[in-house]
Structures are given as structure tokens and as C-alpha cells.
């Protein structure tokens, strides 16, 4: 092998290590698109999944949901009346929740949106 | 200064009630649950007002209710439901009816006929407004359902003020009673005045055209018996009743273990009254209103004996009947349509008397007579306010005979009319059994052909714990099946001092068993009845309608954003990865345009779109992703909200969990009067409400610096 041979094939693998490298970084770009694609669909079928479930519970039949029926045995279990208060305390703290998320989200407008006063506006 | 600056200068001058953080937050959270409380009423005074009060149905039935109700009221318009004719035709009818019979031409009536219009003429009035009453509270429960209730201010709208608020329930009491008890006596006159003998046409079968009301104990009143209901009973008492060597026997079916097989056994008793007893309960009462005498009379008369050995001949002498009717309760005018009119009805014995007792609050014109020859009406016809009169009728028993009697019946009619009541018209027919002797003479003395019933096999079914009845059926050694058992259809005779039964010889009689000794008669054994556990759900059902209610409005308000962001976006559009190109040694020198090739309204759920990867691409998926992530928060908001209509379920206990559970739950605490179930359910709300108060009070504690 001559020098230029070995230059030839030193650069050839130096390109080699390249396109290998912008392969690398393709693919795992690719497999990251995937991956957030995957994510995205997985959302859309929790979506689906919900959307059953609202249904199943408006219409009073819960056949195929463990929740459901989970919900439905406790309620059949406590009673109307300790269902009821469990159900208002749910969605007292969803509303508080709620309320607090809404509540951080004005302090940070009215702050500016740095990151110090994000971090302030939580954690103060 | 704003209203709130005062509210808050007041509470600092108020010495009592300082104006502190902590009573700030007490404030607040009166404030906050009263305004809770002002929403949910004022939501549901919304719902209140949109929803419609009555359906254009409902709202139909009422209007035609109230029509029915005023017309009846008012006697202005009598129509019978489901005839065409209208009121006037209708009293029209009747009175041609009347008419004729009062002419003559009902001697030409067979008496059966006759003595069915005889109530129909008496009644035809009443009963069509009665039946109109009925009919509109069939309409009623077809529209509100049998307890539903009309509220106090849509009687008034439609003129039923005067109506009480449990009109449809007393309504249909008052007309199912009247009903019944003008069939009931609809029935006896016609059994007394067609039948010389009803126990011959009884066995005859020939009673086709009379429907003798059976009174079975059901507590629906009397109730009438089809033919095919009678022709059981009567195969019954014929199939299961013999009289060996001077003893009443009943058969009964048991299981010989030897033969392994059902057998007839004829089963001797040393008394009447335990024959009865043993008698199933619906034939008992069938027999006595069929024949309209008593179990035992029947059952002791010789008429039933020589039936029994297969000894009878017909004779009008050997069953003997009630000597009178007397109707001291007939059935009067309902004095809240019209009470102008009151009479009573009685027919004594020898010499035969119609006594009509009449009130009126004007003259009423009266009228007798009768078609037939021989038969005199003595009376006055015309009487005074608040007079009463005996009608006589009188006939020469040397020249009429029974037979006459019952060919043309005897019958006497009067029509009244006043000013206060169009037109009545009244008509009883009758006759008197003392007059054997003169009967039969004109008896027909044929012999009774013995018609023996069909053979049938009979099925046992066997009944498990929880009333599900099955087929029995045995293991065939031969076929090596399951075959059903079948009723072997011999007898034998059960004798207490052998040990072993005696084998029978060929069945003296064909045997008859029902296939279920209650059909016949509707008969049904309360012990039998199904018992229904009690649902705890429904206990409360007030309550239950409320929190519905409540969850109905909640999961309403939480599904209000979903909709508008579904209505908004239809859906996030699936997407799918592009396939991935082939490696090759060298980046693509021209990407492919990263567009969606979807479309721009992708059906929501339905085909994803491909999205090749790609930075801009990158950027949308992560705009989607956040899209999604907000969509999904919004939907399990709204699905918190439909939590409330879940239905309590037991689908994740089996049947033994499901039994512990049950009997827990009702078991009653002695003394107390309630059940574990509603002590832990409320005990648990008033702890709640405990620690609730607890946790807020020491939260306001802490507070208050």
C-alpha cells in the first residue's frame, strides 16, 4: 500500500467516520421523531381511551373497565353519602388545583417571564 | 366607597368579630359556599324552567281526561270506549234494548242473553261511565305510569280542581270493584235463570255460553273463568276423585323408590273436611263458584257421589240452590255523578216481589211489565218526590210451569225519567227453585254420555331452591340416555297394612293432570311469590334523584370546555412514523418535503397521517403532543365530572363475596331500626364531615397569626 493509498484509505476512513457520525445522528434523530410520534399516538389513545370511558359512565354501563367498576364497587361499598363527599373533595382539590395553576400562570405574567420569577412564583 | 369597603369597615368596628386573617378566610369560604349553593340552585331552577312540564302526549292525555271526567260529571256524553256511537246514540241503544224486552220480543232472547242485557239495560248508564273513567286512566297510566301523581295546579288547568290528587288510583278502584260486581251478578242471574241444573251442564261441558265468575283469592275480585279453565277443573275432579268401597279417594302421585318411576296412588281419607283439605287450594274455590255451593255441600250431596261411581243421572232435584236473590247491597248510583237517584233491588220469596226503593228530587214516571203471559204487575206508576214503591209481580202456578219459566225467563222491567235523570231503565230477571215440583215435569231426563277426558302425559318438573324448575329426568340403562321421566299411567291402591304397595291392574280411569295445578285459574300461591331482595340503591329515592340531578349539572359545567375544544380542534389527527429510508452511505442530498399527507381535517380516530421525520416536523409534533396533552387534562376533566354517574356495581364481586356482603349490609341493629349498611354509610359521611370541619379549623388556626 502506498502512501497515497494510505492517505487515500486514512481519508476515506476519515470520511467513512463522518457519514458514520451523521448516520448516528440521524438515526437517533429519527428514532426520537419515533419515539415523540409513539408518545403523540399514545396520547391520542389515552384520548380514545377516555372518551369510551365518559361515555361508559354517562350511560351507566361500565362493562369493560376496571375503573369503572372499581369506582362502582366503592360506591356500592360506602353508600351514597361518603361517595358523594369523597366525590366533592375530589373536585374541590381538582378546582384548587386548577385554581392555583391559573394563579402561578398571573403571577408569571404579571412578573415577566424569567425564570427566576417562574421559580420565585412556585417555589417562594 | 364600594359595597365591600363597607362590608370591611363594618367588621373592623365590630369588636366581637375583628377583622383578621382568620375571619377573612371564614368569609371566604361562607362566601364561597354560598355562592356554590346559588349555583346549583339557579342551575337547576334553568333546568326547571327550559325543560317542558308535559310531553305533547302527556299534555293530550290530560286534556282527554279531563273531558272524560267533566262529560261523566255531567251525564252529557256517554260514549262506551272503542264504540263508534256517541252519547246519544248510545243511550239510544239502550233504550231500543229496553224497549223490546218490555214488548215481548225478549221472550224470543234466550235467557242466558237476556239476563247478560238485563244488567247491561239496568247499568248501561253507569257502567259506560264508568268505563270511560276506566279508560281514561288507562290513558292516564300510559302517560304517568301507575303511581304517577297530577300536580295540584295542572288538574286546575284543565278543569279537574275538583278532582283528589289520587284520582287515577281511586278511580281505578272504584271501577274495577264496579266492574266486577256487575259481572259477578251478571253471572248469577244467568246461572239462575238459564240452568235448571248447572251441575249437569257443568259435567256436560255445555256451559260455553256463560261465564261464571270464580272468585279466586288473588284479591282482584271475582274474576271470570275461560272455558278451557273449566274444562280443567272439571277433568280434574273427574280424574282425581273416586269413591272406593264407600270411601272418597284422591289421588295423588308418588315416587315408588322400586320402581323407580311416578305412580297414581289412590289415597283413602276418613273424612270429608281432610279430603278437602287435600284438595290444591285454586280447585277448591273453583269448584264451589263454578257450582255456586260450597266445597263441602257439594262434596256430601249424593248428586257428587253417584258422579263419582259413575252413577249419574240428571235430575233438577238433588242440588238444591238459594231459595232468593237478595241484593240489599246492590250496587247503587255513584253519588258523586248523580245523586238524584238511589234505589235498592230485592227480590223476596213467594209471592215475588221487585221492591224498588226510589229518591228523586223530581217525578219520576214509572213503569212495569213483563212479555210473559200470565205474569201480573200490580203497582203504581207514578210517584212523588222522595216516594218509594213496592212492585209485585204474581203469576198463576197452575198454569205456568218451570219450563216456561225457563224458556222465557220472567223478567219485568220499569223505565223512570225525570228531570233530573234522562232516562233509566231497569230490568231483573228471576225465578224461584221451590217450584221443583212443577220443574220436573218438563226436566229432561236424558242420560248423561259420559265423555272421558283426553289422556295426557304428564311432565314432572323439578324445582331447585331458587324456584327454576327443570325437567326431571332419569338415566335409560338401555339407550344409555337422559330421558325424561314420564307419568306411568297406572294406579294402585295404597294399603296401610301391607308393607309394599299392591301392584295395580290396568287403569280403572283415564288420568288427567294439569300440567300445572295453578294455571287454570290464575291461582297464584302468595307463599310462591318470588321474594325480592331489597336494592339499596333505591332506597332513598328522593335523595338519589337530587344527587343525580346534581351530577347531571357538574359533569354538564365540566363537559363544557371538552365541547368547545372538541368542537374546536375535531379531533388531534393520528399520525404514523414514515417508513424509514434505506442506510445509505451519504445524506440524502434532497429531503423530502416534510408535509403531512393527511389533509388538513383528518377524521378523529380514524386513518393516522404519515409524518416523515424532519425538524419542522419535529416542532409540529411537539405543538400536537402539547395540543394532546391539553385535550387529554380537558377530557379527564370531564370525566371526573361524569364520575358522579356511575352507578354503584358490584361487577367485580362474585356471587360468595356478593352473599357475605349482602348479609352484612341488612343486617338490623336491634333497637334501632337500621340496617349496618345505613349506620357505616352515615357514620362514615359524619366522620368525614368531622375531619373536614377538623382540618379547616386547624388550617383557619394556623392561620391566624
New interface residues.
Given amino acids: 500500500m502506498t502512501a497515497l493509498e494510505q492517505l487515500a484509505s486514512i481519508g476515506n476512513g476519515f470520511v467513512?467516520s463522518v457519514?458514520d457520525i451523521?448516520?448516528f445522528v440521524?438515526?437517533g434523530?429519527?428514532a426520537g421523531?419515533?419515539g415523540?410520534?409513539q408518545?403523540?399516538?399514545a396520547?391520542?389513545d389515552?384520548?380514545?381511551y377516555?372518551?369510551s370511558?365518559?361515555a361508559s359512565?354517562?350511560s351507566?354501563t361500565?362493562?369493560g373497565f376496571?375503573v369503572?367498576?372499581?369506582?362502582?364497587?366503592y360506591?356500592?361499598?360506602?353508600?351514597?353519602?361518603?361517595?358523594?363527599?369523597?366525590?366533592g373533595?375530589?373536585?374541590i382539590g381538582?378546582t384548587w388545583t386548577i385554581y392555583k395553576l391559573c394563579y402561578y400562570i398571573w403571577q408569571m405574567i404579571k412578573g415577566g417571564f424569567t425564570g427566576s420569577t417562574i421559580i420565585k412564583s412556585i417555589f417562594k | 366607597m364600594g359595597i365591600f369597603q363597607k362590608m370591611k369597615n363594618l367588621r373592623i368596628y365590630n369588636p366581637e368579630f375583628p377583622n383578621n386573617r382568620r375571619n377573612t378566610i371564614i368569609y371566604r369560604v361562607l362566601f364561597l359556599i354560598m355562592a356554590v349553593v346559588m349555583v346549583i340552585r339557579g342551575c337547576t331552577w334553568t333546568a326547571h324552567a327550559a325543560a317542558p312540564l308535559l310531553t305533547p302526549e302527556q299534555e293530550a292525555a290530560i286534556q282527554e281526561i279531563a273531558n272524560n271526567v267533566n262529560a261523566a260529571k255531567t251525564g252529557q256524553v256517554i260514549q262506551f270506549p272503542g264504540s263508534k256511537m256517541t252519547g246519544t246514540e248510545s243511550n239510544s241503544w239502550m233504550k231500543n234494548i229496553g224497549t223490546s224486552a218490555m214488548s215481548g220480543l225478549g221472550a224470543l232472547i234466550t235467557a242466558g242473553q237476556m239476563a247478560s242485557r238485563v244488567v247491561m239495560i239496568h247499568d248501561a248508564a253507569e257502567i259506560a261511565r264508568w268505563q270511560v273513567q276506566k279508560a281514561s286512566y288507562d290513558r292516564y297510566v300510559e302517560q304517568f305510569g301507575e303511581n304517577g301523581e297530577i300536580s295540584q295546579a295542572l288538574m286546575q288547568q284543565y278543569g279537574l280542581a275538583n278532582i283528589p290528587q289520587d284520582y287515577p288510583q281511586t278511580m281505578y278502584t272504584k271501577v274495577t270493584d264496579f266492574i266486577n260486581d256487575t259481572v259477578w251478578i251478571a253471572g248469577q242471574i244467568t246461572g239462575f235463570q238459564m240452568y235448571q241444573d248447572p251441575f249437569e251442564k257443568f259435567l256436560r261441558g255445555e256451559d260455553e255460553d256463560i261465564d261464571l265468575p270464580i272468585k279466586v283469592d288473588t284479591g282482584a275480585g271475582p274474576v271470570l273463568a275461560t272455558q278451557n279453565q273449566k274444562a280443567d277443573v272439571r277433568n280434574w275432579f273427574q280424574s282425581n276423585f273416586r269413591i272406593q268401597d264407600g270411601q272418597y279417594q284422591l289421588r295423588e302421585q308418588m315416587w315408588h323408590e322400586y320402581y323407580g318411576k311416578y305412580i297414581n296412588v289412590w289415597k283413602t281419607y276418613d273424612t270429608i273436611e281432610d279430603l278437602i283439605a287435600a284438595v290444591p287450594e285454586a280447585y277448591r274455590y273453583a269448584f264451589q263458584h263454578l257450582l255456586g255451593m260450597s266445597m263441602e255441600s257439594t262434596v256430601a250431596s249424593e248428586a257428587f257421589k253417584k258422579f263419582l261411581l259413575n252413577e249419574y243421572t240428571p235430575s233438577t232435584n238433588e242440588i238444591t240452590y238459594s231459595d232468593y236473590i237478595q241484593w240489599n247491597d246492590y250496587p247503587s248510583i255513584d253519588e258523586t255523578y248523580d245523586s238524584n237517584i238511589q234505589y235498592q233491588f230485592q227480590l223476596t220469596q213467594r209471592p215475588y216481589q221487585a221492591l224498588w226503593k226510589i229518591k228523586s228530587t223530581g217525578v219520576i214516571y214509572w213503569s212495569a211489565s213483563s212479555s210473559l203471559s200470565g205474569i201480573q204487575v200490580t203497582g203504581s206508576s207514578i210517584y212523588e218526590m222522595g216516594g218509594s214503591s213496592t212492585l209485585t209481580l204474581t203469576y198463576n202456578t197452575s198454569t205456568q210451569t218451570w219450563g216456561n219459566l225457563y224458556q222465557g225467563g220472567v223478567y219485568a222491567g220499569g223505565s223512570l225519567s225525570g228531570p233530573n235523570y234522562e232516562y233509566i231503565q231497569t230490568t231483573h230477571g228471576f225465578y224461584d227453585t221451590n217450584k221443583a215440583e212443577t220443574v220436573e215435569a218438563n226436566a229432561t231426563n236424558e242420560e248423561l254420555t259420559y265423555v272421558p277426558p283426553k289422556i295426557e302425559q304428564y311432565q314432572p318438573k323439578i324445582s331447585d331452591a331458587s324456584g327454576n324448575t327443570t325437567e326431571a329426568r332419569q338415566y335409560d340403562p338401555e339407550t344409555e340416555t337422559i330421558k325424561p321421566i314420564t307419568i306411568d299411567e297406572t294406579s294402585i291402591n295404597l294399603n296401610p297394612e301391607n308393607d309394599g304397595w299392591i301392584l295395580p291392574n290396568p287403569p280403572e280411569l283415564p288420568s288427567y293432570i294439569p300440567a300445572t295445578l295453578t294455571d287454570p285459574l290464575t291461582y297464584t300461591d302468595p307463599t310462591a311469590a318470588p321474594k325480592e331482595e331489597p336494592d339499596?340503591l333505591t332506597q332513598?329515592e328522593t335523595?338519589?334523584g337530587l344527587?343525580t340531578r346534581l351530577g347531571e349539572i357538574?359533569?354538564g359545567i365540566a363537559g363544557l370546555p371538552g365541547a368547545i375544544v372538541g368542537a374546536l380542534t375535531q379531533g388531534?389527527p393520528?399520525?404514523?412514523?414514515a417508513p424509514?429510508p434505506e442506510?445509505s452511505?451519504?445524506?440524502e442530498p434532497s429531503p423530502v418535503p416534510p408535509v403531512p399527507t393527511g389533509g388538513g381535517q383528518p377524521p378523529p380516530?380514524g386513518l393516522?397521517v404519515v409524518?416523515t421525520?424532519s425538524i419542522s416536523?419535529?416542532f409540529m409534533?411537539?405543538w400536537?403532543?402539547l395540543l394532546?396533552?391539553m385535550?387529554?387534562f380537558i377530557?379527564?376533566?370531564?370525566?371526573?365530572g361524569?364520575?358522579?354517574?356511575?352507578?354503584?356495581?358490584?361487577?367485580?364481586?362474585n356471587e360468595y363475596v356478593m352473599m357475605g356482603?349482602t348479609f352484612t349490609r341488612n343486617q338490623t341493629i336491634p333497637g334501632m331500626g337500621i340496617t349496618i349498611?345505613?349506620l357505616?354509610?352515615?357514620l362514615?359521611?359524619f366522620l368525614?364531615?368531622f375531619a373536614?370541619y377538623k382540618a379547616l379549623n386547624k388550617k383557619v388556626g394556623r392561620l391566624d397569626v
Fill in positions: 467513512q457519514v451523521a448516520t440521524i438515526d434523530f429519527m421523531f419515533d415523540i410520534l408518545l403523540y399516538n396520547l391520542l389515552q384520548q380514545r377516555m372518551d370511558m365518559i359512565a354517562a351507566g361500565i362493562d376496571n369503572l367498576a372499581y369506582i362502582g364497587a360506591r356500592y361499598l360506602v353508600g351514597d353519602p361518603v361517595f358523594v363527599y369523597t366525590y373533595l375530589i373536585l381538582i | 339499596p332513598d335523595n338519589k344527587l357538574v359533569a388531534l393520528g399520525i404514523d412514523p424509514l442506510p452511505p451519504l445524506p380516530g393516522p409524518m421525520p416536523n419535529l409534533l411537539f400536537l403532543i394532546a396533552v385535550y387529554l377530557k379527564a376533566l370531564v370525566f371526573v361524569s364520575i358522579f354517574a356511575i352507578p354503584a356495581t358490584t361487577a367485580i364481586f356482603i349498611q345505613g357505616l354509610s352515615w362514615g359521611a368525614i364531615t373536614i
